[in-house]
């Protein structure tokens, strides 16, 4: 109506049961501008005389709407798969999984145990690369600092990463410590490009292991670095199903059943898909990476965000909604930090108690590193984003994939010990990426993303809950409902929609 409301006049407005009258005398009498006071009263005196005609629509429920004919694409087609998934014997082989083989008591020496093993395994993957020396024993270098002093005098030794920081130049700052010992390191910030000047920009996560070279200051107790070194991996040869083992593997996350938010109708819309989509029919198996029902007494109040107030009713009811899906689907169903298990990882699989409404579902834990006719995948719920998100510059909410990438770099799914992720402290880090996979598949913080980084699908698995109130307070809007599909045969990758 070209009104403008002014401040003073919200709360009377939004009191009114209905501002059509008003609206409508506003365009009679060409009313336009700042809506104030004075404006509003004389309106409000001249709808009195305004009859306004109302259509009060039906209530129906709306009629779902069909998701896009993605295979019509060019990367994405029929004519790959010569056989449709319900011909083709299923091929699950899992690789690793915590479920039965957790044996830490989590004393001191577990701990310990558990991260002299993850410096051990990420050092061999270190030094498959090319360092510019021989690595050292961090004492060794310290005994030695006055040889180790001034430039052309480099040293390299392999560590955890201890209190990173930036400084208020924008240098990044640091300690190294292995088994013998302690150094302090700073890493500079130049005006050029390059791999370390990329990693003083996106800081360091505390225990990261990593390589650093690098040589002292005069006064022996600083670290001047010059490099820092990941673990090696420059291009990965993904491994592909065969052509007469041509299917489709899919992958959601975080459905939240039981939650007042849960996205029921579009659930039943990709369950019509499932059964009448050509699509469809190439798709052998079904990743669901965590939190498929909401849990009870997860956070204070929850119970007033829940439609279904028992665990076993929700996962119950979730095993009933699995048993939708066309019988040539196999599921497999990863529990998360809302799931009825420790909330340390690795988490074991959900237990069997609550196993018995489901017929076509191979429970394990988190994370699961297993292949699917030949293709090695890795999925993982994805609570650690959270630590990448807080200690790393380059990762936010809104881009889960830079973490993934972060993972990979690091060849491991959660370093920081005593942020957000508790970790279990296993005699062994079984959170140590020891096989690249060929697809990477994550949820936990509700978006949606595919790419290939370095040979390795990427798939950020979208949810099926709505917005929640913790969401819309810090303001993130997640990517609801979308499918993602990968081809075995090709690693051609689809998203679907069913918003």
């Known amino acids: 109506a070209g009104l403008i409301p002014a401040r003073s006049v919200r709360?009377?407005?939004?009191?009114?049961?209905?501002?059509?009258?008003?609206?409508?005398?506003?365009?009679?009498?060409?009313?336009?501008?700042?809506?104030?006071?004075?404006?509003?009263?004389?309106?409000?005196?001249?709808?009195?005389?305004?009859?306004?005609?109302?259509?009060?629509?039906?209530?129906?429920?709306?009629?779902?709407?069909?998701?896009?004919?993605?295979?019509?694409?060019?990367?994405?087609?029929?004519?790959?798969?010569?056989?449709?998934?319900?011909?083709?014997?299923?091929?699950?082989?899992?690789?690793?999984?915590?479920?039965?083989?957790?044996?830490?008591?989590?004393?001191?020496?577990d701990i310990q145990s558990f991260f002299n093993d993850r410096l051990k395994q990420i050092r061999r993957l270190i030094l498959d690369r090319n360092l510019p020396n021989r690595p050292i024993a961090v004492n060794e270098a310290v005994r030695q600092k006055k040889q180790f002093t001034g430039r052309g005098n480099d040293f390299t030794v392999i560590g955890l990463v201890k209190e990173s920081n930036t400084t208020k130049n924008g240098h990044l700052r640091f300690s190294i410590e292995d088994s013998t010992g302690e150094v302090r390191c700073m890493l500079m910030q130049r005006d050029e490009d390059g791999p370390s000047q990329e990693i003083v920009h996106a800081g360091l996560m505390d225990d990261d292991v990593i390589g650093v070279s690098g040589t002292f200051n005069t006064s022996g107790d600083l670290v001047f670095v010059d490099d820092i070194h990941f673990p090696a991996l420059t291009k990965h040869e993904r491994r592909t199903a065969g052509e007469d083992r041509a299917v489709s593997a899919a992958f959601i996350s975080d459905l939240h059943l039981g939650s007042k938010t849960f996205l029921e109708p579009q659930w039943h819309k990709m369950i019509q898909w499932f059964h009448d989509d050509p699509l469809a029919k190439t798709i052998r198996y079904l990743v669901i990476s965590g939190d498929g029902v909401d849990g009870v007494g997860i956070y204070p109040g929850q119970d007033r965000h829940l439609n279904i107030t028992d665990l076993y009713n929700q996962y119950s009811r979730l095993g009933e909604m699995l048993q939708e899906l066309p019988d040539w689907v196999e599921v497999l169903l990863l529990p998360g930090n809302h799931d009825a298990v420790r909330p340390a990882e690795p988490q074991p699989a959900i237990d069997p108690e609550l196993q018995t409404d489901y017929n076509n579902t191979l429970f394990v834990g988190n994370p699961c590193d297993f292949s699917l006719n030949g293709v090695r995948v890795l999925s993982y719920h994805g609570v650690s984003i959270m630590d990448f998100v807080s200690s790393l510059r380059t990762v936010t909410f809104e881009t889960p994939e830079a973490a993934m990438r972060a993972m990979i770099d690091r060849r491991h799914l959660a370093p920081s010990w005593g942020g957000k992720t508790p970790l279990s402290p296993e005699p062994e880090d079984r959170l140590v990426i020891q096989e690249i996979p060929d697809i990477f598949v994550t949820g936990h913080v509700h978006g949606h993303h595919t790419e290939t980084y370095k040979g390795v699908n990427l798939v950020h698995s979208s949810t099926w809950q709505d917005q929640t109130d913790y969401q819309r307070m810090l303001g993130f809007q997640p990517k609801p409902c979308i499918l993602t599909v990968v081809n075995l045969h090709t690693h051609a990758m689809a998203a679907i929609p069913f918003v």
Do not use: W
């Not at 365009?27 to 009859?51: A, I, R």
């Not at 014997?89 to 008591?105: L, Y």
């Open 11 to 109: 709360e009377r407005l939004l009191a009114l049961p209905s501002i059509d009258a008003l609206l409508q005398a506003a365009v009679k009498t060409d009313c336009k501008g700042m809506l104030d006071e004075t404006m509003l009263d004389s309106l409000l005196k001249q709808s009195e005389s305004v009859v306004v005609a109302r259509t009060i629509a039906p209530i129906v429920e709306p009629e779902p709407v069909a998701a896009p004919r993605i295979h019509n694409l060019d990367h994405y087609k029929l004519a790959d798969f010569p056989m449709q998934a319900k011909d083709v014997d299923a091929e699950i082989t899992v690789h690793f999984d915590i479920t039965g083989k957790s044996v830490t008591e989590g004393k001191k020496e």
